[in-house]
């Protein structure tokens, strides 16, 4: 699954402060959330693909450990990340 070469340079411009600055972690939850948008509305379609429903799983589960990290570095960042992204807060 690619992403537009568009969406993942405004993506990182947004979240990672510039173009390329493609390591940080605001910037992979930002493009893993895309990536996740993706899959999700192809999955809706074919409901028996199940390698792709396995690389959804493993997805989520990378953007969580990013989040996990954003938010024992700096919660504030973390809830404006979360805000910005628009994916909701499953850590309480």
């Known amino acids: ?15 990672g402060g510039s173009e390329k600055n493609t390591g940080s972690a605001e910037a992979q939850v930002a493009l893993f959330t895309e990536k996740i948008a993706h899959l999700t509305e192809y ?37 404006e990340l979360i805000a910005k992204v628009g994916i909701r807060d499953t850590f309480k």
């Not at 993942?8 to 979240?15: G, L, P, S």
């Open 43 to 79: 999955l809706k379609s074919n409901r028996k693909d199940y390698n792709t429903q396995r690389s959804l799983v493993i997805m989520v589960g990378k953007r969580k450990k990013l989040l996990r990290y954003i938010r024992n570095k700096d919660i504030v960042n973390y809830r």
């Open 1 to 15: 699954m690619n992403l537009d070469k568009e969406i993942k340079k405004e993506a990182f411009k947004t979240y």
